[in-house]
């Protein structure tokens, strides 16, 4: 084994097996000759990846590590950090994709040889991409000969996923090992940005860039330039970008208000998630700054300086976009700057999303579009809300159903923002409204959305509070129909022979897959929220090059962190669907185990109970370790038919009561708005 061999954790061991966490936590108990940890603290410890590899095999539960998760490996155990191999691929992975034929040549010597012929290749490389003294010109990580069996697999990596899929996979690992480290932009809401951005942004600027997910987004650039604060994210966003495509790319690493990088040129468009109640964002020492046209931000009002310092860099006509926390709207500290902003015609919208869209995930977070103003440009007619809140379909970040809500906020931005400028659009009850500028100047200078947008009615009008009271009276009966016979007792509690689920994954009688809600496609996701409550499948799949693990007719989803049991057969209309996080999916052979037989089972309290750990904020369970009796599948059957008839009552109970809320909600609304008779 090497001196220093790469370490895992036991996380990561689990991701190389196929695995849970839960069965690591197994194989070190029940396995004397198990892999001793090498690093680590007592409740995290570490592993040597040579012995792990050698054990997984010699247990016949790994053939080969993947390559990718070897290259992943190198990279995280890099002697500078993690980091620093990131940055060592992305370098080598940027030769690959545009001297391949350098690449070639330089790889066939030895790692000394390489690693002294990589540096000018490098350098040119680099210079070219991201322009004559960038701070990664030098990349001293990447040239040297301990980098490059790295450098190699990473190329190797290329060789089959490409090379800017190779970093986008090196890199999404990163961020999900360190969650709490990086503010994220997901997909959603940057495209939306980038959409309302408009398709000819050119040149576009983000000065709070982190990870580059807004540069990424807009389609056909010609010029990307980013600045972020930490040195780390401006270099991973350099060559992120670099391998996106073709465009010209500048980063920087500097706080963009103390330090601006780009002052010069102006930028056809700014895209920025900046962050947010910053106190120290330089109030003290830039008191006099020019980019403060609209009025000096309070020291409690650090958005509104982004604000102003994106309208800075734009050209005449420009459109910046920033998402903003939702009290930027309404604070009292701040409503002279949303006045002035106002008059001058550079806030042409503020559009609220469902709260789950973005980080932080518990508050609906706005969009703020802004466009510079143009000389002799005529007045736009008003400022354009949104709120797309109902469109989200509930809490949480996999509940925002992003193509209802990106469709509908570009559509009202469409009809605001036409071809020939900016026209009046139709107003939708409780989606969007064009408000006169004149009925904002008030003290307050609210700008929240929903508390100036006509209301749509919660039962949708008298005519379909009828339709309504009319379904639930035909689910109520539907429900009375299928209320269970009275429960008759047994002579006595029956003891069948039980096997554990674990086992029976062993046997062959059913395969166990996890969640991850990430992949390539466009299904639909299956989300942990879906399960409890009995609904369609309402997530979105977050991008990543891994596949996606699929549902098909007569699977059982399992929730695995909560403390209630539940268990969800999956039905013709939810095949295909993508499994969420924290799902685990078994799929049953029809052969040996009847689906509502196995679902029914494995809601048991006491069942759930013992196959539960516990800790300081969650219920975690451990599928392996739920039970079921062996019965044969004749037996089954009959328990899954009653089994299957309940949850047909307790879908119907839902639905009811789903049903009664908007009925309630309906009424209570058209009696206030006199929509609805009082008589």
Known sequence: MPDNPTEVTAAEIARLAGVGRAAVSNWRRRHADF???VGGTETSPSFALPEVEGWLRAQGKLAEVPLRERVWQQASAHPAGAVAGLVAAGCALLVVHDRPTDWLELSAV????????LRPVLAQVLTARLGPGHALAAAPEATTAASMPLLRAAAELAAS????????????????????????TPPGPAELMAALAGPGARSVLDPACGTGSLLRAVAAPAALYGQDSAPELAALTALRLALHDAAEVRTAAADSLRADAFPQPAVDAVLCHPPFNERGWGHEELAYDPRWEYGFPARTESELAWIQHSLAHLREGGTAVLLMPPAVAARRSGRRIRADLLRRGALRAVIALPAGAAPPYGIPLHLWVLRKPAAHAPAPPGLLLVDTADLGGGEGRERAAWPAVQEAVLAAWTAYDGATGPREGQDTPGLSRLVPVIELLDDDVDLTPARHLPP??????????IAVRARL????????????????????????PSTTIGELARAGALVLRTGTGSGAGDAPVLTEHDVYGGTAPSGTLADSTDEPVLTEAGDVVVPVVGAAAVARVVGPGDAGAALGRNLQLLRPDPAALDPWFLAGFLRGTANNRQASSYASTATRLDVRRLQLPRLPLEDQRRYGERFRALAEFEDALRLAGRLGEQLVQGLFDGLADGTVRAE
């Not at 090379?163 to 360190?178: K, P, V, Y």
């Not at 689910?475 to 029956?494: F, G």
């Open 35 to 37: 892999p001793r940890p």
């Open 110 to 117: 030895s790692d000394e040889r390489a690693a002294a012929l």
């Open 161 to 184: 996923l490409g090379a800017r899929n190779a970093f986008e996979f090196l890199l999404g690992r990163h961020l999900d090992a360190n969650p709490r480290q990086y503010t994220l």
């Open 456 to 465: 749509a009615d919660a039962g949708g009008g008298p005519a379909a509070l």
């Open 473 to 496: 009276d035909e689910t109520l009966q539907r429900a009375a129909r299928l209320t269970p016979p009275p429960a008759e007792p047994a002579a006595e509690p029956a003891r069948l």
